[in-house]
């Protein structure tokens, strides 16, 4: 490692909790408090009998509940996070052609498992340059939109719209912003996401809000005899969902943690109270960059910046890779880069776990570590 200056910042700067990556991310206490209280008679027990599976089932309801969704809406839940989920998607959502906006690292991945699938066209990528987004363009060829609600890699957000007069099935990879970002469900047929970010648990499972239309695309091509591997058929999935299963042994502790952080989002006051919080600390972070003589948000349009990743540029004088060190020798982790932007800046996660408070004594304690540098 290069050597940090033995930079100390003062316990008062400090936020209560130094947990700022954007996944896996921050999970509060009483979360796990929740799973000690539960531990010996739910962990270590079958994912087959009821003490599970009604703990998948509120997991399923409390998702129901926190995005309002309209009858006929269905959740569906499996193994391997947002990654396999992609992989499922090749296989069991795209009929023969989709349409991918492609805006960083996360986006341009689903277009690839696409692109090199032998039994689908050539998907139509729409691109546009780091730190903005492109907007989805109506084709009557395209079955399925593929479109990011959070660039994670780049802290650019976008509203989800489905593109007038588009036939096709709408699907959002929003496994950063599900639960942090507002989405209104009737803009989308399958919202897509992973646990470890907006919801404070833990990775490996991935979680589809599915609309009457991706159902049925689900079960067409089932019927259509398409061969499918078992891990990532998602007529399997929704069989199981529906039974508050998995089609595998899904990691139990993962399930508690995420059901607990639904149930805080939705006692408090569901997505109103969760995107009031990322936009509260959203609204701290950006305005202290702007008014900082070494740092500004990397998203030049206000309107695309993300409330649940920001992300800092500074100034060529400060190298943000020696701040962020400094910081986690000071217990402030995960503050670095996305590593393939390579840009001089540090990204921040402003997840509904992560105080706002937290954000504005982030600020000050970066400001405490320039400072020093700089004397
Ligand atoms: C983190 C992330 C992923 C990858 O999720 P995994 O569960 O690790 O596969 C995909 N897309 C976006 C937008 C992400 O933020």
Not at 13 to 34: E, I, N, W, Y
Not at 270 to 284: D, N, V
Not at 323 to 339: C, F, H, K, M, Q
């Amino acid at each position: 490692m290069s050597s940090s200056p033995d930079i100390r910042i003062p316990s008062e700067l400090l936020p209560s909790d130094g947990r700022f990556g954007c996944g896996p991310s921050k999970v509060r206490t009483a979360q796990l408090d929740a799973l000690v209280a539960d531990a010996s008679t739910y962990l270590g027990t079958s994912h087959r009998q009821a003490t599970v599976r009604n703990k998948v089932g509120e997991v399923r309801d409390g998702l129901r509940t926190l995005f309002n969704l309209p009858d006929g809406y269905e959740v569906l839940l499996g193994n391997g996070g947002t990654t396999a989920f992609w992989d499922a998607a090749t296989f069991h959502l795209v009929s023969e052609q989709s349409q991918h906006l492609s805006f960083g690292e996360f986006s341009s991945k689903f277009a690839t498992c696409v692109k090199d699938a032998p039994h689908l066209k050539d998907p139509i990528i729409i691109k546009s340059d780091v730190g903005t987004h492109p907007v989805p363009e109506a084709n009557s060829d395209v079955d399925l939109y593929a479109l990011t609600h959070n660039e994670t890699s780049t802290g650019v957000a976008m509203h989800i719209e489905r593109p007038k007069g588009a036939t096709g099935i709408v699907a959002v990879d929003a496994t950063s912003a599900a639960g942090g970002l507002y989405v209104d469900p009737s803009q989308f047929d399958c919202y897509y996401f992973a646990p470890q970010k907006s919801f404070a648990s833990d990775g490996g499972l991935w979680l589809a809000l599915c609309s009457p239309a991706a159902v049925e695309r689900i079960e067409s091509i089932a019927a259509s005899g398409r061969w499918t591997p078992a891990f990532f058929d998602l007529k399997i999935a929704l069989d199981n969902s529906r039974l508050n299963q998995t089609y595998n042994t899904p990691a139990l502790a993962t399930i508690h943690l995420l059901a607990s952080q639904i149930q805080w989002m939705n006692e408090n006051g569901g997505l109103e109270f969760t995107t009031g919080r990322t936009a509260r600390s959203a609204e701290i972070l950006y305005s202290w960059a702007e008014a900082s003589p070494f740092a500004s948000p990397f998203v030049t349009n206000p309107d695309d910046r993300s409330h649940v990743v920001g992300t800092i540029d500074f100034t060529d004088e400060i190298d943000a890779t020696k701040v962020a060190s400094i910081l986690r020798a000071n217990g402030v982790v995960d503050t670095e880069p996305y590593r393939k932007l390579g840009r001089n800046q540090l990204r921040i996660a402003m997840f509904p776990a992560i105080d706002s408070e937290d954000i504005a004594l982030l600020c000050g304690s970066i400001n405490y570590v320039v400072g020093a540098l700089a004397n």
